[in-house]
């Protein structure tokens, strides 16, 4: 015997959960999405730039910061075939509304995109709604919409309290002696973490060629201001 079962109904259904303005995630009340996505997609970068060194002929390639991550996802509506053919809007807007300046906070309000079990640490995606593109695909012989697309992105949500890593830099003065094959600019990235401040050793130490460093010598680290 067989027998056609949707499956969509079978599963967790993903939720969209509205934080409050002291940033507390809204559980009693979230919206529902109709029908689950077949994918959604997360994308995270870096920035760089690049810093000249004296004798290279390309660029050294420096760790600027991090991006905030995306998240893209497409939902589907449609109210034609199970809500009795109601206007789509309906459900549709609950979500665009979220692109709106919530007067307390002055801006669009954090949301968390909660879908999977908790035990299995899926990782909920906590963001604010960048862009909503709603597409309107069938309707009632008056116009109403009954069936829609939309392509949502979210960008990641950071609290301001959350700490900063914290990075390992020069606080202090000190010495070291140069080894062999060691480039100022080298020593610099070792030091500070950063090798465009090569020019700072290279200061403290009255050297004008940096690319001229004699293996055993001792020079200064100057404490970064």
Same mark, same amino acid.
């Given at each position: 015997? $067989?027998?056609?079962?949707? =499956?969509?109904?079978?599963?967790? @259904? #993903?939720?969209?959960?509205?934080?409050?303005?002291?940033?507390?995630?809204?559980?009693?009340?979230?919206?529902?999405?109709? =029908?689950?996505?077949?994918?959604?997609?997360?994308?995270?970068?870096?920035?760089?730039?690049?810093?000249?060194?004296?004798?290279?002929?390309?660029?050294? /390639?420096?760790?600027?910061?991090?991006?905030?991550?995306?998240? $893209?996802?497409?939902? *589907? =509506?449609?109210?034609? !075939?199970?809500?009795?053919?109601?206007?789509?809007? /309906?459900?549709?807007? +609950?979500?665009?509304?979220?692109?709106?300046?919530?007067?307390?906070?002055? #801006?669009?309000?954090?949301?968390?995109?909660?879908?999977? @079990?908790?035990?299995?640490?899926?990782?909920? *995606?906590?963001?604010?709604?960048?862009?909503?593109?709603? !597409?309107? !695909?069938?309707?009632?012989?008056?116009?109403?919409?009954?069936?829609?697309?939309?392509?949502?992105? *979210?960008?990641? =949500?950071?609290?301001?309290?959350?700490?900063?890593?914290?990075?390992? $830099?020069?606080? +202090? !003065?000190?010495?070291?002696?140069?080894?062999?094959?060691?480039?100022?600019?080298?020593?610099?990235? &070792?030091?500070?973490?950063?090798?465009?401040?090569? &020019?700072?050793?290279?200061?403290?130490?009255?050297?004008?060629?940096?690319? +001229?460093?004699?293996?055993?010598?001792?020079?200064?680290?100057? #404490?970064?201001?």
């Amino acid at each position: 015997m $067989s027998s056609n079962t949707n =499956f969509d109904s079978e599963l967790t @259904k #993903a939720q969209i959960h509205v934080h409050d303005e002291n940033g507390n995630r809204q559980k009693d009340n979230p919206i529902h999405v109709l =029908f689950n996505p077949q994918q959604y997609s997360i994308d995270k970068s870096n920035q760089f730039a690049n810093i000249a060194v004296p004798g290279r002929q390309s660029p050294i /390639i420096q760790f600027v910061r991090g991006e905030s991550e995306t998240l $893209s996802v497409e939902l *589907f =509506f449609d109210t034609y !075939t199970y809500k009795g053919s109601e206007d789509v809007r /309906i459900h549709t807007q +609950k979500i665009t509304d979220l692109l709106n300046i919530n007067g307390t906070i002055h #801006a669009p309000p954090v949301c968390t995109l909660v879908w999977g @079990k908790a035990d299995l640490k899926t990782p909920y *995606f906590t963001g604010i709604i960048e862009k909503a593109t709603t !597409t309107y !695909t069938m309707f009632l012989s008056d116009g109403t919409p009954v069936r829609a697309k939309m392509n949502l992105s *979210f960008r990641q =949500f950071e609290s301001p309290d959350k700490k900063e890593v914290k990075l390992n $830099s020069s606080d +202090k !003065t000190k010495r070291l002696v140069v080894k062999s094959g060691d480039p100022l600019w080298l020593i610099a990235s &070792r030091e500070y973490g950063d090798p465009s401040k090569w &020019r700072n050793i290279a200061a403290a130490n009255g050297i004008n060629d940096p690319l +001229k460093l004699k293996p055993g010598s001792e020079i200064v680290i100057p #404490a970064l201001d």
